[in-house]
Structures are given as C-alpha cells and as structure tokens.
C-alpha cells in the first residue's frame, strides 16, 4: 500500500487492554493509527511493541476536552471508540466521573468526528444494556432497564449515536462487548476483571474469591474475536449495515464454576500445584446480572461475523501470554 493511500485510524483509548490490541492488529493491516489516552486506566507497556512504528501515532490526553479530540481527529478516516471507564463496582462509587468520562467525553468524540466528516464512528457499546432484561439469549432489540450507572452511561452512547446518524449523517456502529478477555487485560488495581485476576492469584497459590455460588454465568469473549468484530464494522460497505449496534460475543455462555476449572487445568500444565488451590466464595455483587449469553445472529449474517475463539480456546492462549509476561 502506498504511503500516501494509507487510511488513518483514530483509537480512543488504544492504550487500554482493547485499545492496544486494536492499535497492533490494525498498524500490521498497514493502517495509519493514532491512539488517544490520558493513561488513568490504560498503560505504556501496552504500547511498547509498536511505539516506534512510524505509522503510529500517541497523543496523551482526555476525551472530556473537545480540543483535545478534535487535535486527534485531524485527518482521520475511521474512529474506533474504546475510551470509557468500565466496572460496573466503580460507576456505583463514583457515578459521576464515570458520566462524565462516558457520556461527556463520548459526546465529544461524536462531535469532533462529525465536523471532521469522518468515514464511520465505531464505538464500543455494553452488554450491561440488557440490564434486568431475562430473556436469553439477548437480542439486539429487546433490552431492559440498566442496573448500574456504568450502563446507563453504555445506553446512553447508544442513543446519542442513533440520533447523530439521523441527525448529522454520521455514520456510527456499536458494538455490545459481552465480557471480553486477553492477552494484556489488566491483572491489577481495584476493578481488575476477574479472568486476569484469578490467573494471577491461581499463579500465587492464592485463593480466587467467587461473588456468589459461582452458577452466575457469562458469554466470555476472547480478544481476537473482538478484532474481528471491529474490523468487520470499520470496513463492511452494506449501507444496511450501519447505524446501528451488534452483540459481540461468542455466543456461549460458562459459569464462574467453570471459568475457574478450566484455569485450573490450563495454569496447571505449567505449575502442578496450581490444580490443588481452593477457591473462597463471598456475597454477590450489586448490579450483577446473574445470567448473560449473546445471539451473534445479527452480527452473523449482516457482518459475516465468524468468531474464532470459544472460552477454553481463548483461556489456553490467555495463561501462555500471562504465564510468559506476567509471572
């Protein structure tokens, strides 16, 4: 591709667990990428393997200032909008920079890529929109009320992004991200997800702690299934397909229970002992939903969405890049 025919890709929060695997897949497609992030949630060590590559492109700063996205913005084709502060936990502390970060700065983004007239805006939407919803498994168009300020802030995306396609033209595609895993997702801190968590207490000889008797069950997503998703909004030329939000999942769904066996198995191939560790149980969480599975039907047949990777599939590549990165 000539230097000068390359698309320019703008990826919010590309220095975050999503983000940066957004910015390696799509600068090895020979992509232009440029990353905005005010690294509160994500890390530069995410970045280390392209950061000197001259197609990338940092820019350190926040998506709650206009200029700053309309600065990122400048030239660009495509917007893949990961920047958000996620955790359900964390919105319930603090729902007020969570709005803040996810509806202000959300806004601003659709803003900045209306007035630059870019291509397409593909953000990242939430399953936490189903809310109290029991229907499985969940359908685009039948969501309940939120349980959470995280989701309200998700739903919220949703319908500035609708009314920006009627409105303004733009075009946008969500992408309702049901509880994605992989390599780079963040072990640490307070509101770390709870795959990368157990890994690394299961590689201490620590105890992972269930919320509840483990039987809550979730459609764990891994990464590359994700990229794909991704891709597949940033570049399909169906008219019919924009504008609009798509479940992007495996379309599976495992209990805790299960989750933390099939670790056990995986981590213990590297360390036998790993297979005897006992697992604790606590309360459940407020604003849990006890049970979440996709349909990928939507995504399957307008999309051609093919998803790669089942949860044991992904957890086996997952504990080989902690088992090797993180010991």
């Known amino acids: 591709m000539a230097e000068n025919s390359k698309k320019k890709i703008l990826i919010t929060g590309g220095a975050g667990f999503i983000g940066s695997n957004l910015c390696e897949y799509f600068l090895s ?30 820019i350190e700063g926040d998506i ?27 919105s319930i502390n603090d729902p007020i920079t969570t709005n803040d970060v996810n509806v202000s700065g959300f806004l601003n983004m659709l803003v900045a890529s209306r007035d630059a007239n870019v291509k397409r805006f593909v953000y990242a939407a939430s399953s936490s929109t189903y809310g109290d919803s029991e229907g499985l498994p969940k359908v685009e168009n039948v969501i309940g009320k939120p349980l959470s300020p995280y ?42 997800a709870v795959i990368p968590k157990f890994v690394m207490q299961l590689m201490k000889h620590e105890s992972p702690k269930i919320n509840g008797n483990g039987n809550y069950s979730r459609d764990f997503t891994y990464i590359d299934n994700v990229i794909q998703m991704n891709e597949l909004a940033m570049t399909t030329e169906n008219p019919e397909a924009v504008n609009t939000v798509y479940n992007t999942a495996y379309g599976d769904r ?34 849990d939903i006890p049970h979440s599975l996709a349909s990928i039907d939507k995504a399957t047949a307008i999309l051609g969405y093919n998803p790669q990777f089942s949860l044991q599939e992904g957890l086996k590549e997952a504990v080989n890049w902690y088992w090797n990165n993180l010991r």
């Open 254 to 287: 495992n209990t805790l229970n299960d989750l933390v066996g099939y670790l056990k198995t995986f981590l213990s191939e590297y360390d036998s002992k790993i297979a005897g560790v006992p697992i604790e149980y606590g309360p459940n969480r407020a604003g």
């Open 64 to 90: 709650r200032s206009l200029e700053t996205c309309q600065k990122a913005i400048e030239g660009v084709d495509y917007v893949l909008h990961q920047a958000a502060l996620g955790s359900v936990p964390r």
């Open 151 to 192: 989701a309200i802030t998700k739903y919220v995306n949703e319908l500035y992004a609708e009314i920006f396609s009627r409105t303004y033209g733009l075009e946008t595609i969500g992408l309702r991200y049901f509880n994605v895993f992989g390599r780079k997702q963040d072990p640490n801190g307070a509101y770390a």
């Open 29 to 58: 497609k020979e992509y232009q990428v440029v990353c905005l992030d005010n690294f509160s949630t994500g890390h530069r060590h995410n970045l280390k393997d392209f950061i000197d590559n001259k197609d990338f492109v940092l």
